[in-house]
């Protein structure tokens, strides 16, 4: 059974950073896909980033590129979001996701999440 669990949200003035974090158990993590959506109120849950298996491909959403950071520490089964130079707009709540598919080379399905965790930036 695949579990997602984040971690590291929380309120940051604008222009500030946060780095959000997701421990995976269940699977062998280092053969997955792993990505972060957001869902802001009243809006529907979009991509952010996503990283290969191995995290040598890499994907951002347009808005974020240049100030977040996704990577994957396979050894502790972690996944991180480095958020920099935020925005109101940033925020929302943010999901952790993974694939069922072995070796995804695709960001554009997921099938497992977590239970999310609120960044909140003021202005």
């Known amino acids: 059974q695949v579990q997602l669990v984040e971690s590291g949200g929380g309120l940051v003035q604008a222009g500030g950073s946060l780095r959000l974090s997701c421990a995976a158990s269940?699977?062998?993590?280092?053969?997955?896909?792993m990505g972060w959506l957001r869902q802001a109120p009243g809006k529907e849950r979009e991509f952010v980033a996503g990283?290969?298996?191995?995290?040598?491909?890499?994907d951002y959403t347009d808005s974020v590129k240049g100030r977040f950071t996704i990577s994957r520490e396979n050894a502790k089964n972690t996944v991180y979001l480095q958020m920099n130079s935020l925005k109101p707009e940033d925020t929302a709540v943010y999901y952790c996701?993974?694939?069922?598919?072995?070796?995804?080379?695709?960001?554009?399905?997921?099938?497992?999440w977590g239970q999310g965790t609120q960044v909140t930036v003021s202005s």
């Open positions: 996701a993974t694939q069922a598919v072995l070796y995804g080379t695709s960001f554009l399905k997921w099938d497992y």
């Open positions: 269940g699977r062998t993590f280092s053969r997955y896909a």
């Open positions: 990283i290969s298996w191995g995290g040598g491909t890499t």
